[in-house]
Nanobody, 120 residues
Framework: VQLVESGGGSVPVRGSLRLSCAAS????????MGWFRQAPGKEREGVGT?????ATTYTDSVKGRFAISQVNNTLYLQMNGLKPEDSAMYYC??????????????????WGQGTQVTVS
């Protein structure tokens, strides 16, 4: 599986942005896809995931503001009401087996190159 993210950029506080992640290759093997982010000096954290059954999970800090969706082999992250603390490099990732805790980045084995989101 190969992943390519796009859609990052600079937006004002309370602005919106939509990230995309195009998956190619053996996409039938994907059990779960997720968005993760990492700010400078901080650990990578899970933002939200969607599994093969369409079930979504979000970290508390983005609930009600972010929404994950998947159309065919493209994963989206709609981000509304952006805050400065949302600034980070955003990555999409996939895993072949749904992990016990889907927001744990250590469980994912295929990663995209990342796309930068800056909110100011």
């Amino acid at each position: 599986v190969q992943l390519v993210e796009s859609g990052g950029g600079s937006v004002p506080v309370r602005g919106s942005l939509r990230l995309s992640c195009a998956a190619s290759g053996d996409t039938a093997s994907i059990a779960c896809m997720g968005w993760f982010r990492q700010a400078p000096g901080k650990e990578r954290e899970g933002v939200g995931t969607i599994d093969r059954d369409g079930a979504t999970t979000y970290t508390d800090s983005v609930k009600g503001r972010f929404a994950i969706s998947q159309v065919n082999n493209t994963l989206y992250l709609q981000m509304n009401g952006l805050k400065p603390e949302d600034s980070a490099m955003y990555y999409c990732a996939t895993v072949r087996t749904i992990p016990g805790w889907v927001l744990d980045p250590s469980k994912y084995n295929v990663w995209g190159q990342g796309t930068q989101v800056t909110v100011s």
